[in-house]
């Protein structure tokens, strides 16, 4: 195999591609870029049993062929040659690098030994408006678990029926579900997609135009120019929202967001590196009294609502209500209480399509 291409672009595609190679694996050929080159295209290739990505770029092909490349190495070296044409091609001491008057050489392994890729999926699909795509994963994969407890819950689960799309995402403290519609579907589709692929994918779209998802077989694609997005889905049972959202309140606060969040973010600091980080909220007719304590000190906050119903003192972690608050598109607040140990609901007050619930913190007083 021998090519030449312009160091920039292939820096480019491999900064996206190598977020698939693998971390921690036993796999040595899963931490590798998959490099081939043919009919003056270059297609890099990385995977890491879950998630998989290709992009084409163009390239002056002079030897057909392909091979594995240890992708952080070639990724960090290569971006290292932006500002010039860069040759390279196999032989037996690796993949030589020619840039100028230089070169470098990496060991690789054989193409062969890469795991085989079906990139031809196109059983089911739905296709979404690109900026909804990016504002509906802003909006929930925050609310997805991060450990491996139940992986399940390290996704999203999208729901799509009569283009009417709903994503639920939770970690067993809090949840997220946002509401909106989709361009066209080719039918129902219930799919959990991990929270990492849904994430890199939003990187890599616009705002402007649609984005159109595949899913055949347990596995979701989406095509991106000349960037291919592959990705197993999750399989198992996910929680209905429906079961477990409260639909009526003992106690109902309207409260301005901006005013809200700029106290939550300040009685945070001095929380920071707590474990629960642990807000405590008195509420009662003409405002809510935000109170946090720490070694380093104690805040005391008055934020003006509106209440409907019974005072109330709960306690939450103030990350979690911070976060949702920030993701509801709207400048007022609607928050429905029922207990200090009853899990509450934060929307828009003028409904946004979007719903968090979140569990209270359980305090000795």
């Given amino acids: 195999m021998k090519f030449i291409c312009e160091g920039l672009d292939l820096s480019e595609a491999l900064l996206k ?41 163009k390239a002056d092909v002079l030897e057909e062929g392909e091979v594995c490349v240890p992708g952080k190495t070639f990724t960090d070296f290569i971006n290292k040659l932006v500002g010039t044409s860069v040759s390279l091609q196999t032989k037996d001491s690796g993949l030589e690098i020619t840039y100028g008057e230089n070169t470098t050489s ?5 193409a062969d030994d890469f795991p085989a890729i079906d990139m031809n999926i196109s059983e089911n699909n739905f296709s979404i408006g690109k900026k909804v795509f990016k504002d509906v994963i802003a909006r929930t994969v925050f609310c997805c678990a991060q450990d491996d407890s139940r992986p399940i819950l390290k996704g999203c689960l999208w729901e799509i029926e009569n283009g ?15 509401q909106e519609k989709t361009v066209s579907s080719s ?18 779209v616009d705002d402007e135009g649609e984005l159109t998802v595949y899913v055949q077989n347990g596995m979701m694609m989406v095509k991106i120019e000349n960037t291919t997005v592959m990705s197993r889905l999750y399989q198992g049972e996910f929680i209905d929202y429906k079961d477990i959202t409260p639909t009526a309140f003992e106690t109902e606060v309207t409260v301005q967001k901006s005013e809200l969040c700029e106290s ?12 629960n980080s642990l807000v405590v909220f008195d509420i009662k007719p003409g405002g809510i009294r935000i109170t946090s304590n720490s070694e380093i000190g104690n805040v005391l906050e008055h934020v003006p609502c509106t209440l409907q119903g019974r005072e109330l003192r709960i306690a939450m972690n103030s990350k979690y209500i911070l976060d949702s608050a920030k993701a509801v598109n709207s400048e007022e607040l609607h928050i429905g209480f029922n207990s200090p140990i009853a899990p ?15 569990l209270p913190v359980r305090t000795n007083n």
Wanted: charged content about 25%.
């Fill in 17 to 57: 591609v190598s977020k698939a190679c693998a971390s921690k694996t036993t796999v040595a050929v899963l931490e590798c870029v998959k490099v081939s080159a043919y009919n003056d295209v270059l297609t890099l290739l990385a995977s890491d049993g879950e998630l998989s990505i290709e992009k084409k770029i």
């Fill in 106 to 110: 990496l060991q690789v392994l054989p």
């Fill in 187 to 204: 039918g129902h589709l219930r799919i959990v997609c991990p929270a990492r692929t849904l994430n890199e994918i939003s990187k890599m």
């Fill in 344 to 358: 509450f609901v934060l929307t828009a007050k003028e409904s946004d399509g979007s719903l968090y619930l979140i």
């Fill in 164 to 178: 009417e799309l709903v994503v639920t995402a939770l970690d067993g403290f809090r949840m997220a579900v946002v």
């Fill in 264 to 275: 939550l973010e300040r009685a945070g600091i001095l929380i920071r590196g707590d474990k």
